[in-house]
């Protein structure tokens, strides 16, 4: 992070006096020790240092990340984007191989209709895998493993800058005079300079964020699914290879589905309208993923599960006097990415507290754009979505979406837009602005067009697809 400038430092000087900016000795409580909390720690803290500025800063968690199972687990994918990586690295978080495996280079997107594998467009495409926890319940000790939990490395950094970290459920939270109050699971009380909200989407501290201010509302959420499944080194490479496998199959309530290679296990995660067991067990027995797991396996045979929630949006305005609401809690990005988003929001979050205060004028002027901008981009992924729906329930729309990738990863076309439109939606490794803008080109749309046509007219007339013949 580099030093301020002159303006910037002209500004904190200004609102000094304030009652609502940090001076030496305030205090900061952060709810939640998850990427969104933990990352928020360490800007907080590294921006402060910068002014001579002394925080103190508590990072509140129950978990421990070092805990196999759901109980030492921020149940996720675990997919972020080499980008985010980068840029991570450039902001001084630099990611060890043990916690982000890149080992994924290419993803093979399934569909009813068949199979087509896609290659990183571009190097710096490239997506990275890593474990939110101990890893999955049953997996070995953690001494032999050669992975560490990416939500413990980051716990670690915050406090190795100094954040406090207490293992703890906050279990209210309320006003005491103008300043916000919690209350522990021990019942100890402890107010603030400023609460940040950094709890995710699945606790139920969500509940009393209305005590803060009744115009904060939390974010709509659904149900997701997540499966860890056993298969050993050996099938991994010869099942999945380096591959993510995502799926556009016709399963009820499920939106898209991906299996990923992580060390000896696959992670299956499903998202969607209404997911639940049914919901997975139909897709681990759908025969697109019978024929691509290993003959012998049982789909019913797994060694951990969850249903987390997932946050599709914004909590409406997340922020109030002395308080802010970062990661799920605040803003996130639809299906994707959420990762990207709470460093985002964190990010925002503690520039806008540094440098602006603690008031929600502050957070109104400097944080409200960041979540803004987020909502703004998933309005377009809405759409995005909507037609990869279409697509999915179009059997000869799946077969022109093949084709044209296939087309396209055989070299038979220079240009990969297919292929660079998939892998973005699919890895969240651009906005979704960009996504829908690459598809209104005129050459894309041209191409989709004669393709999509050819391939009805041909399989009504012939039941064989363009493809097909062109093999
Ligand atoms: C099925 C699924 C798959 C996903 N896959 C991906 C993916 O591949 N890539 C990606 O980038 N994102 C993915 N996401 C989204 C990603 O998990 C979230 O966006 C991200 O974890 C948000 O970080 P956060 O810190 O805001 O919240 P969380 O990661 O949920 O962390 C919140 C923390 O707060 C703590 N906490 C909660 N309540 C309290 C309390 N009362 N007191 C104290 N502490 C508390 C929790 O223990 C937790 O550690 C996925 C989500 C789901 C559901």
Redesign the pocket.
């Known amino acids: 992070m580099g030093q301020p400038k002159t303006s910037v430092v002209a500004d904190r000087k200004d609102s000094a006096s304030d009652a609502l900016t940090l001076r030496d000795g305030s205090r900061i409580g952060v709810?939640?020790?998850?990427?969104?909390?933990s990352m928020f720690a360490f800007f907080v803290l590294e921006m402060s240092s910068h002014f001579g500025l002394k925080v103190l800063v508590d990072l509140?968690?129950?978990?421990d990340f070092s805990v196999r199972g759901p109980a030492g687990c921020?149940?996720?994918?675990?997919?972020?984007s080499e980008s985010l990586v980068q840029i991570l690295a450039v902001e001084g978080i630099i990611l060890p191989p043990q916690v982000v495996q890149r080992g994924i280079d290419s993803y093979v997107l399934h569909t009813d209709v068949g199979s087509v594998r896609i290659d990183t467009p571009l190097e710096e495409k490239r997506i990275a895998a890593v474990h939110r926890g101990g890893g999955p319940t049953g997996s070995r000790e953690l001494d032999d493993s050669p992975w560490n939990s990416f939500?413990e490395y980051l716990q670690t950094l915050a406090v190795g800058r100094g954040a406090f970290l207490i293992r703890s459920?906050?279990k209210s939270i309320r006003r005491h005079g103008d300043r916000p109050e919690i209350v522990d699971a021990a019942g100890d009380r402890s107010d603030y300079d400023l609460l940040v909200i950094?709890?995710?989407?699945?606790?139920p501290?969500n509940e009393f964020t209305a005590s803060l201010d009744p115009s904060i509302k939390p974010p709509a959420q659904k149900r997701?699914g997540?499966r860890e499944v056993f298969l050993g080194e050996d099938r991994i490479g010869s099942v999945l290879g380096s591959s993510m496998h995502t799926f556009m199959v016709n399963v009820p309530g499920m939106e898209f589905a991906a299996i990923i290679p992580k060390g000896e296990y696959a992670s299956v995660?499903l998202?969607g309208k209404s997911i639940n067991r049914e919901t997975i067990d139909r897709f681990m027995e759908s025969p697109t993923v019978r024929n691509l797991m290993p003959e012998e396996w049982d789909p019913r045979n797994f060694q951990c599960r969850c249903l987390?929630k997932?946050?599709m949006g914004a909590a409406s305005r997340p922020y109030a006097d002395r308080v802010v609401f970062i990661?799920?809690?605040g803003n996130?990005r639809l299906y994707k990415?959420?990762?990207?988003?709470?460093y985002k929001t964190a990010k925002a979050a503690a520039a806008a507290v540094v440098l602006h205060g603690v008031g929600a004028r502050s957070f109104r002027k400097y944080y409200a754009p960041v979540c803004r901008r987020l909502t703004f981009d998933n309005h377009i992924g809405r759409v995005v979505f909507f037609v990869a729906s279409l697509i999915r329930h179009f059997k000869p729309a799946q077969r022109a979406v093949l084709w044209m990738t296939r087309q396209e990863q055989n070299k038979v076309s220079s240009e990969r837009q297919m292929s660079t439109v998939l892998w973005d939606m699919f890895t969240?490794s651009a906005p979704y602005r960009e996504i829908f803008l690459r598809t209104l080109r005129p050459k894309f749309l041209w191409r989709t067009a004669v393709t999509l046509v050819t391939t009805v007219f041909m399989w009504r007339r012939t039941g064989i697809t363009y493809w097909q013949r062109q093999a």
């Not at 709810?31 to 909390?37: D, F, K, R, S």
């Not at 509140?60 to 978990?63: E, V």
């Not at 921020?74 to 972020?80: A, D, K, P, R, T």
């Open positions: 709810v939640g020790a998850g990427p969104a909390g509140y968690d129950p978990r921020n149940m996720c994918g675990g997919i972020v939500d459920t906050i950094a709890s995710g989407i699945n606790s501290l997701a997540i995660c998202l987390p997932l946050a990661g799920d809690a996130t990415d959420g990762i990207g988003a709470a969240g």
